[in-house]
């Protein structure tokens, strides 16, 4: 499966935004998706995944219920809303793919997309 995700761009704190990840090259329904992000100079970081219904999410701690990830398997999509952005939420944005069952956040994906960057100003 390829993804690319897309949607990102400059904001201001407290605005909205949202992240597509498209799919393409395999049955989308079959693949978990996974949302990331890299902050320049830190590591990657995980948050939050959706199973292949979309009827299991897990977060990361630092969401807080800012983010909500859906899917659209009609469109082979995966989406990643924001809310309330703050400037820490800058970073370049990955969607990540994987074909194993959802059981919890720690997964390892096979595959992913070129980022999308997402920054917020103060």
């Known amino acids: 499966v390829q993804l690319q995700a897309s949607g990102g761009g400059l904001l201001q704190t407290g605005d909205s935004l949202r992240l597509s990840c498209a799919a393409s090259g395999a049955t989308f329904s079959s693949y978990i998706v996974g949302w990331f992000r890299q902050a320049p100079g830190k590591e990657r970081e995980f948050v939050g995944n959706?199973?292949?219904?979309?009827?299991?999410?897990y977060y990361a701690d630092f969401v807080q219920g800012r983010f909500t990830i859906t899917r659209d398997n009609d469109q082979s999509a995966a989406y990643l809303q924001m809310n309330d952005l703050k400037p820490e939420d800058t970073a370049t944005y990955y969607c990540a793919a994987s074909e194993t069952p959802l059981y919890s956040m720690f997964v390892d994906y096979d595959y992913w997309g070129q980022g999308t960057q997402v920054t917020v100003s103060s």
């Open positions: 959706i199973n292949w219904g979309g009827t299991t999410i």
